[in-house]
């Protein structure tokens, strides 16, 4: 028997099928070992030694390798076939060795990047080594990241409060997010006005013209810059004579764009799908790993961690034949296209992202697909067909029109293109960020020497627009220019962000918060280098050429540390002041911008003499007067919106509280808070004050008064128990909003709203809780759930809605969602994976005997981690820089 290691249980599940008894196929649930995070897993005092631990689910799955090597005549690695599946055999690799779990079998390493039968096969029978150059480039990346994320953010949390987490890629992007804001409030718009002629030929076909010239000089965008130009112009047209100058069309052929790569995919998902990279990866995985097609498990596309974009010859050739056959002959080129990768870093041997099996059309295999599913398999269909398809021939026309208004000379332009031969455009084309799509209307026939009949003339106002914020595509796109990250990161990347709360999404689009742009300030002012764009793309080419073995990676890392470490220490004796200074000098048009009424944007609205600056408090940065204490103005960081509050507060929390008003009846001060226990509305000061939760879902920064003082209200009567006759109350408690009737409590449903809750609902909750279908006394009754299908181990699995989050329930064991996935989207896979992981931890028990967990399971990590390095030092605050992804590709 053979042992046969993937990464993925459903790709285990779909090879076991291909290749039948003589092989046993384990997944090893991608990394088996991490860094532990915290201090010491990587010293650089001892040649950056790295200590790797396994922990849960990991434990559990080199036990299970182990265990079947013992029977194995060989072991074969068949993990992911880029740098991180590299490194995950790595790790395999080295755990066996310290289990003495091979003994002499021989062990090789495949890669195949489709899941079907004959890609498989194939791999079997061309064996090879584990690549060392790969694994060392994966272990620097690992290392940098790590030695950057623990040395710099320990100095962000001593001198910048509020801030979470720096990162060698993360703080890069971040940067790109924050001064494209600065950009947008350093922008100051322009006036400018525009002039269109609606003329008509002789035949009386009309189109619009625009000015262009005057007098012999070209006329650009903004070269009218007031009314009163442009209604000098205006009025010179009116009484203009026209005729056509010139007449050229010149034909043109747009060429399709290559096949997939992994960043073009998200950013195509985004704009035509709306999908964020991260669910992007997520569909194209299970697309991959296979889908159920009439019984048989089927791996629908390539693999989807690459930046190349050529197609095997086969591919290629089925290509053509799809084409002939659903658009004709006529829409398949002379030759086959070849693509290339511009990019310097890029593995040109791994394929495009594309289908399997070309004939297998979007619409064959749509009914066995989840509607995303669907929705991205045509997209990588129809970017794949469209890529070896025709070109598409353009007319295009620019018509020079003459209007002479007495002894002065007017000049106008129209444009248009005709479509000659769609080609590709008949199946697919590119999306765009923040570009006008091209001018496709249709000219009328005119020559030159033609008169034009004049039918209207519009002076137009506009105004310059600030760039765009960045969208999710957009910042993928433009990562990928500047060589930052590598495919497979930038998912991860945004995750990060947007967990970290530096950067939102508003309208599709990347929103930085306050504490992302005094990171990013501050990083600018002490860190510069290691936030530089082109800093961070050649240590990205650098690693490159330590997976090619031109050079060595502990050499590139004494390279970095020892500068990285020079410029930490030189903050060690940084003063608060000089930080303030400094990101006063960064942020100020972004925390101080114009004042409507043209005065001073920094001096004290209140006393009027003070000097607005930035301050640093226990929740972070704020701005305060000069003249404190005597003067006690306080706002955020950002000037609040008209209509959000002025004065101490102002729209945002400043120092963790945020004045709403005052209370009609008590004459009392109303103010929205941060706790130990998360946020809430109180009543006054002193010792008791009257205070209330904030409901799951309610927003501190736009809670009004009239809310705040409902909340303060509660709990409140909403009806009388139908038996009892005794009150049911509506209130808010240490596990949310509920309903109350003497000792009887009952949860309330997260579609109901505290604060209306009517009588015949609140009746409903407590009558079913005190029959007895109410679940747990301060519950309400369990959700039926989401089933996921059944565990390998037999069982169903079930993702449901908890009191602390979304969660998976298999028998007893019960498995919290993180933060990056949700109820709706969870796959069967990855639920597998959370409860195998928590059952490990030794959380539950299982009911099936072959899956049950002893609770020595939970502690086979710290077996592990006596066989490798030596603690360094005490675990300190988990830092964000841990990765639970992966990190390249």
């Known amino acids: 028997m053979k042992l046969l290691v993937v990464e993925s249980p459903a790709k285990a599940k779909t090879i076991n099928k291909y290749l039948g008894s003589d092989y046993e196929v384990i997944a090893s649930f991608g990394h088996i070992r991490d860094l532990p995070a915290k201090d010491g897993s990587v010293d650089p005092e001892n040649d950056f030694a790295m200590l790797w631990e396994i922990e849960g689910r990991g434990a559990k799955q080199v036990s299970e390798i182990a265990k079947a090597a013992k029977n194995a005549e060989k072991i074969i690695l068949a993990t992911d076939p880029d740098r991180e599946g590299e490194a995950i055999s790595w790790h395999v690799l080295e755990a066996l060795n310290q289990k003495r779990a091979i003994k002499g079998i021989p062990v090789e390493r495949v890669t195949f990047n489709a899941v079907t039968k004959e890609a498989v096969q194939t791999a079997l029978a061309n064996p090879r080594q584990i690549d060392q150059a790969l694994v060392d480039a994966y272990l620097a990346r690992r290392a940098l990241d790590y030695l950057v994320g623990f040395t710099l953010s320990p100095v962000l949390w001593r001198k910048l409060p509020g801030a979470r987490s720096a990162g060698r890629v993360q703080s890069v992007a971040l940067r790109l997010v924050c001064d ?185 295999v749509a009914r066995h697909l989840e509607p995303e599913q669907a929705k991205l398999y045509e997209l990588i269909w129809k970017r794949t067909i469209a890529s070896q398809m025709e070109s598409a021939s353009i007319e295009r026309t620019t018509v020079d029109i003459a209007a002479k208004v007495g002894a002065r000379d007017l000049e106008l332009r129209a ?171 960064i942020l100020g048009d972004y925390v101080f911008p114009p004042r409507a009424d043209g005065g001073d944007p920094r001096r004290c609205q209140v006393c009027g003499t003070g000097t607005l600056s930035l301050k ?29 509050g002025s004065g101490e507060g102002g729209g945002q929390m400043v120092n963790g509280v945020r004045v709403l008003g005052t209370d009609p009846d008590s004459g009392l001060e109303v103010s929205v808070r941060e706790g130990r226990f998360g946020t809430y509305v109180q009543l006054g000061e002193g010792e008791k004050p009257k205070r209330s939760s904030l409901p799951k879902g309610e927003n501190a920064a736009t809670l009004s008064l009239e809310k705040a003082l409902a909340l303060l209200s509660l709990p409140r009567e909403v009806a009388r128990h139908p038996e009892s006759g005794e009150p049911i109350l509506a209130g808010i408690g240490r596990y949310g909003p509920y309903v109350q009737h003497g000792k009887t409590y009952a949860n309330i449903d997260k579609d109901d709203d505290i604060l209306d809750i009517g009588a015949n609902r609140a009746i409903d909750l407590i009558v079913a809780k005190e029959s007895g279908a109410g679940g747990r006394r301060f519950g309400a009754a369990a959700a039926p759930g989401r089933e996921l299908g059944d565990h390998p181990a037999g069982g169903k699995m079930v993702v449901r809605a908890g009191k602390y989050g979304p969660y998976v329930n298999w028998g007893k064991v019960n498995a919290t969602l993180p933060k990056s996935m949700t109820q709706e989207e969870i796959t069967p896979d990855q639920a597998i994976e959370l409860v195998n992981a928590k059952a490990a931890a030794g959380g539950g028990t299982k009911t099936k005997a072959k899956a049950s967990t002893k609770p020595a399971a939970a502690k086979t990590p710290t077996k592990a981690k006596s066989t490798t390095a030596k603690k360094t030092a005490t675990p300190k605050k988990a830092s964000a820089t841990k990765k639970t992804a992966k990190t390249e590709d």
């Open 180 to 364: 494209r804001e600065r950009e947008i409030e350093a922008f100051r718009a322009r006036e400018y006005w525009s002039l269109t002629a609606t003329l008509a030929t002789k035949a009386g076909a009309t189109f619009d013209a625009r000015l262009s010239g005057a007098d012999g000089k070209k006329i650009t965008r903004l070269d009218i810059g007031t009314g009163e130009e442009a209604a000098a112009f205006k009025a010179a047209l009116d009484t203009a004579a026209f005729s056509v100058a010139e007449v050229e069309a010149k034909p043109v052929r747009r060429h399709p764009q290559p096949p997939f790569q992994t960043s073009t995919l998200q950013q195509e998902a985004s704009r035509k799908l709306g999908l964020a990279p991260a669910r992007t990866m997520q569909l194209a995985q299970r697309l991959y790993e296979g889908v159920d097609i009439g019984g048989e498990t089927v791996g629908l596309i390539t693999y989807m961690r690459t930046d190349g974009v050529d197609m095997d010859g086969s591919a290629i050739a089925a290509a053509r034949r799809v084409i002939g056959k659903e658009f004709g002959d006529n829409y398949i080129p002379q030759a086959p296209r070849k693509y290339t990768v511009k990019a310097k870093n890029a593995q040109e041997a791994h394929e495009a992202i594309r289908p399997t099996d070309l004939g297998r059309l979007p619409a064959m």
């Open 415 to 585: 444009t248009g293109q005709v479509v000659l031969f769609d080609g590709f455009l008949t199946l697919y084309q590119e999306s765009r960020d923040d570009e006008e799509d091209e001018d496709s209307r249709k000219l009328p026939p005119m020559k030159a020497g033609d008169p034009l009949e004049k039918r209207a003339i519009a002076a137009d106002q506009h105004f310059t627009e600030p760039p765009p914020r960045f969208s999710e595509a957009s910042l993928v796109k433009r990562m990928e220019e500047l060589g930052i990250g590598r495919p497979s990161t930038y998912a991860a990347t945004l995750g990060t962000l947007r967990d970290r709360e530096y950067v939102r999404i508003e309208k599709k689009r990347l929103v930085p918060e306050d504490k992302g742009m005094l990171v990013t300030a501050f990083l600018e002012s002490f860190f510069k280098r290691y936030v530089e764009f082109d800093f961070t793309a050649s240590l990205e080419e650098k690693l490159d050429r330590v997976s090619n073995a031109e050079i060595d990676w502990k050499a590139l890392l004494r390279e970095f540390w020892e500068e990285f470490t020079a410029t930490i220490g030189e903050t060690k004796e940084l003063r608060v002041t000089e930080v303030l200074d400094s990101l006063n000098g």
């Open 616 to 644: 640093l408090g226990k929740f972070g940065a704020f701005v305060g007067c000069s003249n404190y204490p005597e003067c006690r103005f306080t706002r955020p960081l950002t000037v609040p919106a008209e209509g959000e």
